[in-house]
């Protein structure tokens, strides 16, 4: 478990219909030059996403394996954001998607994230969601900032892409 000197602020749960609903939806959508089998296991590797590159810098899977519907895991985000996040969604192999239930930013009303795996030929193709309702105190700032913020979050998919390219190169 990531050290805790954090302060943490409640989000209210979301369920897969936050992807529909939410204020704020951002998709990205990438080709990983791996079969989705072994995608899925790096995905569900103690490293995980902070394999990638930056834009994660820790990730600790709070919950024992196997994992599942209600498995819980903490992030720090670059800059150092907390999150602790549930999965409520979990078909192995394919997709998970989870809701944070707490952050170190009081920013969010509820924040969540998809990820589907599918084949692509030889190869996956990686779709993330991210969706966000901020806090009515800062919804006009999260507005005016949507664009970058979505540019922001590309750089996981995009470190994701560079990654399993990468990976291949030095297979």
């Known amino acids: 478990m990531l050290s805790d000197v954090?302060?943490?602020?409640?989000?209210?749960?979301?369920?897969?219909?936050?992807?529909?609903?939410?204020?704020?939806?951002?998709?990205?959508?990438?080709?990983?030059?791996?079969?989705?089998?072994?995608?899925?296991?790096?995905?569900?590797?103690?490293?995980?996403?902070?394999?990638?590159?930056?834009?994660?810098?820790?990730?600790?899977?709070?919950?024992?394996?196997?994992?599942?519907?209600?498995?819980?895991?903490?992030?720090?985000a670059l800059g150092g954001a907390r999150m602790r996040e549930r999965y409520f969604r979990w078909e192995d192999g394919s997709r998970h998607s989870f809701a944070c239930y707490e952050s170190s930013l009081p920013l969010f009303n509820r924040f969540a994230e998809d990820y589907l795996i599918e084949p692509d030929g030889a190869d996956t193709l990686f779709t993330w969601v991210v969706a966000i309702e901020p806090k009515r105190a800062a919804a006009l700032a999260v507005k005016l900032l949507a664009p970058a913020a979505k540019a922001g979050f590309g750089r996981m998919p995009r470190d994701g892409q560079r990654y399993w390219a990468n990976k291949t190169k030095r297979s």
């Open 6 to 76: 954090t302060r943490w602020y409640p989000l209210q749960p979301a369920d897969a219909d936050f992807f529909e609903s939410a204020p704020h939806v951002f998709t990205y959508q990438k080709r990983f030059a791996a079969p989705p089998a072994q995608v899925w296991e790096q995905l569900t590797s103690d490293a995980s996403i902070a394999a990638w590159g930056p834009a994660v810098k820790e990730l600790s899977w709070t919950s024992p394996r196997p994992f599942g519907v209600g498995t819980t895991r903490e992030v720090v």
